[in-house]
């Protein structure tokens, strides 16, 4: 089956695809490792911006995850069943994941919000030390994940995120240091008010690609309209009608259209220029194009 090959490559960094799977389960375990005893810490401590953290945390782990079992189903190639192969089940995780993480950012959120009227004691030391060791993680699993980040954009995102989780780790340990040094209580819920506002601006920034996906939308560097225009333009081509461009996972994308030609032309030169045309300007190498005449009209409408 062709691929589109529009997005970028790295093709010059080759790693062993079983040395990146375990470097990959290995950013999973700590990650997951470290969400469950920041939660304990958090509760032990009474600090909801640990557990806010911790739950950041969980959704790199979530990240790796699907990064992580779609490179697996990738070398699992298509079948009868699964004509596209098995990428897009990524994408499917990734949605629910989502949807689960924004339940939990807002009720952190509300959960916050309520502590502001009757702010709790928290234990500062507990705080900075959990927040401490995040940071350790996320920065490891950063290293970790750096040289995969570059032939993969799933491990890029999550090599991403895990700088961004290192950016609330340190949030969480300077609002330690402040109940430490000047018990002011008030920094612990604002502090998780905005891990979850910062969570759920991550999410939502994240959330529009796998949406598009999912509702068979054209990939957002692509333009349809001058996709049409480009195919009006090939030699032999009268008019384009019925053009759909949709991605079927986050590297390939796909097009068909309708191609009108005049009576008589000889439509399989045609059609090969159009397909050069859509891979060399577009990126474009999975298309399907089905050739009309304005005499015959359109092969989608039955005759009257």
């Known amino acids: 089956m062709p691929h589109d090959h529009a997005h970028h490559h790295h093709h010059h960094h080759h790693i062993d695809p079983d040395a990146g799977d375990k470097q990959v389960a290995f950013a999973v375990v700590i990650n997951l490792v470290l969400t469950l005893a920041q939660v304990i810490g958090g509760v032990i401590a009474g600090s909801m911006a640990l557990v806010a953290d911790g739950v950041h945390n969980f959704s790199d782990a979530a990240a790796l995850i699907l990064a992580f079992g779609a490179r697996r189903l990738a070398r699992k190639g298509r079948d009868t069943t699964m004509t596209f192969g098995w990428s897009r089940a990524e994408v499917v995780a990734a949605f629910a994941n989502y949807v689960t993480l924004i339940v939990i950012s807002i009720w952190l959120m509300a959960e916050g919000v309520g502590r502001l009227m009757d702010p709790p004691s928290v234990t500062g030391g507990l705080v900075i030390w959990l927040a401490g060791l995040a940071l350790i993680v996320d920065l490891g699993t950063a290293a970790l994940t750096f040289k995969l980040s570059k032939d993969s954009v799933n491990i890029r995102a999550a090599f991403l995120h895990n700088l961004a989780d290192a950016g609330a780790s340190v949030a969480v340990i300077v609002g330690g240091i402040v109940i430490v040094l000047f018990d002011w209580r008030l920094i612990d819920p604002l502090l998780t008010i905005a891990i979850s506002v910062f969570i759920l601006w991550h999410i939502f920034g ?64 045609v059609i090969a220029r159009a397909k050069a045309m859509l891979s060399e300007r577009f990126g474009l190498t999975h298309a399907t194009l089905e050739p009309e005449t304005v005499a015959r009209g359109c092969a989608d409408v039955t005759p009257t």
Do not use: C, N, Y
Request: no cysteine; net charge negative.
């Open 206 to 269: 994240d959330l529009k690609p796998v949406l598009r996906i999912l509702m068979l939308g054209a990939p957002a560097e692509r333009d349809t309209d001058m996709l049409k225009t480009a195919l009006t333009g090939v030699d032999g081509v009268l008019d384009v009608h019925h053009v759909h461009l949709w991605q079927i996972d986050e590297k390939r994308s796909s097009v068909e259209a309708h191609l009108v030609l005049a009576d008589g032309q000889d439509f399989q030169p």
